[in-house]
């Protein structure tokens, strides 16, 4: 099975600065006959499902705010929040697509500080 | 409007079997890879199962290979997860996500609300 590990477990930022969450996997996501990465950020509030963010690593889905981007490729990703906001506060969770089973990382809690 | 109903959790006894069961509707349900996660108690999200290319393929966890089965009835718009011979680590709330196509390797872009399943004598 794919690992996908995240860091930090835990993290707060300030109102308005910027939060990065890395997500490591054991093995390449990278399908290299479509150059895609099959890595997805999903956002988890307490009391909703989970909320699907991007997929083929850095696109997001529809209705999600700019201010969340992915770069990386390969085995290593972060995603950032470039300017937090209250609504912000979550766990987020990378997983791969790639094979299955289609493993989630640990998750991240990010608050305000 | 994409919706995903699950319903089935409860509280049942270790060794026991229940059934799950997801009612899907704004999509057809034959057409998106369909799938179970789970969430313990504190913990994270665990992918469970999944159902794709026309439920040609099915993939399980390692942890529940020959003990859940997972399902659907088109006629019925129903997903399932049936499961057998439950154990305390189990207990979680098992969500329903819809797939953004077909095939498998398909990130997951609606979820239902969950249904809690207890495992406990």
């Known amino acids: 099975d794919i690992v996908m590990t995240q860091s930090p477990d835990s993290l707060a930022v300030s109102l308005g600065e910027r939060a990065t969450i890395n997500c490591k996997s054991s093995?390449?996501?990278?399908?290299?006959?479509?150059?895609?990465?099959?890595l997805a950020w999903y956002q988890h509030k307490p009391g909703q499902p989970p909320k699907l963010l991007t997929y083929?690593?850095?696109t997001r889905e529809s209705g999600v705010p700019d201010r969340f981007s992915v770069s990386g490729s390969g085995t290593d990703f972060t995603l950032t929040i470039s300017s937090l906001q209250a609504e912000d506060v979550a766990v987020y969770y990378c997983q791969q697509y790639y094979t299955a089973p289609y493993t989630f990382g640990q998750g991240t809690k990010l608050e305000i500080k | 409007e994409v919706q995903l109903l699950e319903s089935g959790g409860d509280l049942i006894q270790p060794g026991g079997s229940l059934r799950l069961s997801c009612v899907a509707s704004?999509?057809?349900?034959?057409?998106?890879?369909m799938t179970w996660v789970r969430q313990a108690p504190g913990k994270g999200l665990e992918w469970v199962s999944g159902l794709c290319n026309g439920a040609d393929n099915t993939y399980y966890t390692e942890s529940v290979k020959g003990r859940f089965t997972i399902s659907r009835d088109r006629s019925k718009s129903t997903l399932y997860l049936q499961m057998n011979s439950v154990r305390a680590e189990d207990t979680a709330i098992y969500y329903c996500?819809?797939?953004?196509?077909?095939?498998?390797?398909?990130?997951?872009?609606?979820w239902g609300q969950g249904t809690l399943v207890t495992v406990s004598s």
């Open positions: 704004g999509f057809l349900l034959g057409s998106y890879t």
């Open positions: 083929w690593a850095s």
């Open positions: 996500a819809k797939g953004r196509a077909a095939n498998c390797d398909s990130p997951l872009d609606y």
């Open positions: 093995r390449s996501v990278l399908y290299s006959p479509n150059n895609k990465n099959y």
